[in-house]
């Protein structure tokens, strides 16, 4: 399923379908989930899920910065503005 956009993005852009979108979300949620839980074992308590969360919260503005995740990109998703 895809699905056509119009307006400022441009009229030959397509949508993502969803189930890439959520594979590509899988992705990311597998790529982050080593490093939180070494962080999680080492550093336990709140400050450790202070460092997950700022983990997270880092690799996602970064990524925003770049074009894609890596989920995105392993499925060859774009993120248009």
């Known amino acids: 399923m ?3 956009m119009q307006g ?14 959520f594979v590509a979300l899988v992705i ?7 490093p ?4 999680q074992f080492v550093v336990a308590g709140v ?7 700022l983990l997270n919260v880092a ?6 910065t770049e074009g894609a995740t ?4 392993a499925m060859g998703l774009l993120v248009v503005r």
């Open 2 to 4: 895809q699905v056509q």
């Open 47 to 53: 400050l450790g899920l202070g460092l997950t969360i």
């Open 59 to 64: 690799y996602y503005v970064y990524f925003w």
């Open 8 to 21: 400022a993005v441009g009229e030959d852009t397509v949508c993502a379908d969803p189930g890439v979108r």
């Open 36 to 39: 939180n839980l070494v962080i």
């Open 70 to 73: 890596l989920g995105k990109k």
């Open 28 to 34: 990311d949620w597998l790529v982050l989930l080593v």
